[in-house]
């Protein structure tokens, strides 16, 4: 009897024994498995796994598991609790991903445990509804900064009233260029505090009905440089130009690269633009300016049209032009980068053809009329 309660003794020992090494192997098996998070683009997908380009570089492939999680998601959407189920198969190349996985580092096989998808048509959507908003959203030069009550005050000669309040939102996303670069994708996230007079601001939103007030979901800031002049010297091979600036008197020498944009004032346009500059056709700007924008076939079009519509949007309109259609002794209005100790200013945006322009204004206020993203569709 006693040596029976023995084995049993013995056989639950070693049956606890088993669990407990069994437990272990479960936890330095789950242990071993690296939890990874991968953000990208689908490049491919097959009925086992899908395959991604990272957003930080080379390819990520995770495969599909009894258990994984396939939701969707409105692009912008924060809150998760509105993402929907979603098949692996409803997957296609093109779409957003955020990957969560679990990596075997033996195997390197990743097995996803949640995957959480934007679709690329989504996406498109969102991007062309985010462009119209820049396209109708305010621009121009910073002249007064109120953290207080959040609100920067820009003066746009788009604007019947020249002066807008800006007012931002309590979750209005503020980006700054980063410095010498024209790239909208450089711009890192800032704060107001950043924000100085004579720095050019880009907003989209909701404009007030009077024009005076606009209300900001997302501003893009920078340090840029107003310049115009007369053209003393052009140069194709390296891409400079150089000319003395109406506003500092100093002689000036900008470069041109594949991101410059250049465009050519048709006369017409120039001359009723020279108008504006003066002030004489601020009361018919500002009926015009309530009216639906109308996309003129040429430049010719842009001059019928340059007695209304948003400054911004007419200019948008030109056709390009390159070095070769500038010649000593044009007229240029001109935003370039800030200079360096090392680096010239580049050139953003540049109008030729505004000969009148500066003749309305002798002292360089014209240079005023040009923003960063004048000649964009939206900040790039």
């Not at 410095?179 to 800032?190: H, N, T, V, W």
Request: proline share 5%; aromatic share 2%.
């Amino acid at each position: 009897m006693h040596s029976n309660r023995c084995h049993c003794d013995l056989f639950r020992g070693a049956s606890l024994l088993v669990v407990l090494m069994l437990a272990s192997a479960a936890l330095m098996f789950a242990q071993s498995q690296m939890p990874v998070k991968k953000v990208g683009t689908v490049k491919s997908i097959t009925p086992e796994a899908l395959t991604i380009a990272a957003d930080g570089g080379g390819e990520f492939t995770a495969q599909f598991g009894s258990s994984t999680r396939i939701r969707s998601i409105e692009p912008g959407e924060k809150d998760l609790s509105k993402a929907v189920s979603l098949q692996a198969g409803d997957i296609q190349v093109g779409d957003r991903v955020i990957v969560k996985a679990l990596v075997q580092p033996e195997s390197n096989v990743a097995t996803a445990a949640d995957i959480l998808a934007m679709k690329k048509s989504d996406i498109a959507a969102r991007d062309q509804q985010v462009m119209r908003e820049w396209q109708h959203g305010v621009g121009g030069l910073v002249k007064a900064v109120d953290p207080a009550t959040r609100t920067v005050t820009i003066s746009s000669l788009s604007s019947a009233t020249k002066d807008i309040n800006v007012v931002l939102l309590p979750n209005a996303t503020l980006r700054r260029y980063a410095p010498g670069s024209i790239r909208f994708d450089d711009a890192k996230p800032s704060t107001l505090e950043e924000i100085h007079p004579g720095d050019q601001l880009r907003a989209r939103g909701t404009r007030s009905a009077d024009g005076t007030e606009f209300t900001a979901q997302e501003i893009v800031t920078g340090a840029f440089r107003n310049l115009s002049g007369v053209l003393s010297a052009v140069d194709p091979a390296s891409g400079t130009l150089t000319f003395q600036d109406l506003a500092t008197k100093k002689t000036v020498s900008v470069v041109l690269n594949k991101d410059s944009q250049l465009k050519k004032v048709p006369e017409m346009l120039a001359q009723r633009l020279a108008t504006r500059l003066k002030g004489g056709a601020q009361q018919g700007q500002a009926t015009a300016t309530s009216q639906p924008p109308v996309r003129p076939a040429s430049g010719e079009g842009a001059t019928r049209n340059a007695g209304g519509g948003d400054l911004q949007q007419m200019l948008a309109r030109l056709p390009s032009a390159g070095i070769s259609d500038l010649q000593k002794g044009d007229a240029v209005l001109i935003v370039a980068t800030q200079e360096s100790s090392t680096t010239k200013p580049t050139v953003i945006t540049l109008l030729s053809g505004v000969e009148p322009i500066l003749s309305a204004s002798p002292n360089g206020g014209g240079a005023s009329l040009l923003t960063p993203w004048t000649l964009s569709s939206a900040p790039e």
